[in-house]
T-cell receptor, first 110, second 112 residues
Framework: AQRVTQPEKLLSVFKGAPVELKCNYS??????LFWYVQYSRQRLQLLLR??SRESIKGFTADLNKGETSFHLKKPFAQEEDSAMYYC????????????FGKGTTLSVSS | DAGVTQSPTHLIKTRGQQVTLRCSPK?????VSWYQQALGQGPQFIFQ???????QRGNFPDRFSGHQFPNYSSELNVNALLLGDSALYLC???????????FGDGTRLSIL
């Protein structure tokens, strides 16, 4: 079955520190991977998708098919990065439905 | 463009009742997907509608049903409500067969 695992429920870092939010997936074939973010009192919104290979708000994510991972990284965390982050995949049996992980809360303090 | 809009914002029902949630997609989108988000969990796919037909369905019982109208708006209906149906229900819209999906603010359903 297709599954997305985010092993950390909460990640707390200091401002300026590097951030890595982990995401592992189980899937046979070529999935499409996404990171969605939800800031406080805002709706869920797309942060980035692996096929676009762009950096959004300083975040990047590389799809590693060998390790079936799609970790989200940022070299220097900012307080405004504090939010809930969800990794998701689509494709194959899932069609265009999104399969989400349970999410990781990122807390950046000064 | 207001994006995806959902109504109502909050809803309180009792066990055994029926509920209807509504969603208007983002302008230009023709596909609506519904997700259930329980507390502390990620969104879970319920079903997807395109051209007024259910195109894809997740692992949810038949108590969950939907409809899509010619203007692409959609409804989610849940019958015989259970306590476990308490959750945030999210609507997302997109162009058929494409990503990304754009989400609404959700409807928070509480079952007493």
């Amino acid at each position: 079955a297709q599954r997305v695992t985010q092993p950390e429920k909460l990640l707390s870092v200091f401002k300026g520190a590097p951030v890595e939010l982990k995401c592992n997936y189980s899937y046979s074939g070529s999935p499409e991977l996404f990171w969605y973010v939800q800031y406080s009192r805002q709706r869920l919104q797309l942060l980035l998708r692996h096929i676009s290979r762009e950096s959004i708000k300083g975040f990047t994510a590389d799809l590693n098919k060998g390790e079936t991972s799609f970790h989200l990284k940022k070299p220097f965390a900012q307080e405004e990065d504090s939010a809930m982050y969800y990794c998701a995949l689509s494709g194959g049996q899932a069609g265009t439905a999104l399969i989400f992980g349970k999410g990781t809360t990122l807390s950046v303090s000064s | 463009d207001a994006g995806v809009t959902q109504s109502p914002t909050h809803l309180i029902k009792t066990r055994g009742q029926q509920v209807t949630l509504r969603c208007s997609p983002k302008s230009g989108h023709d596909t609506v997907s519904w997700y259930q988000q329980a507390l502390g969990q990620g969104p879970q796919f319920i079903f997807q509608y395109y051209e007024e037909e259910e195109r894809q369905r997740g692992n949810f019982p038949d108590r969950f049903s939907g409809h899509q109208f010619p203007n692409y708006s959609s409804e989610l209906n849940v019958n015989a409500l259970l306590l476990g149906d308490s959750a945030l229900y999210l609507c997302a819209s997109s162009l058929f067969g494409n990503q990304p999906q754009h989400f609404g603010d959700g409807t928070r359903l509480s079952i007493l």
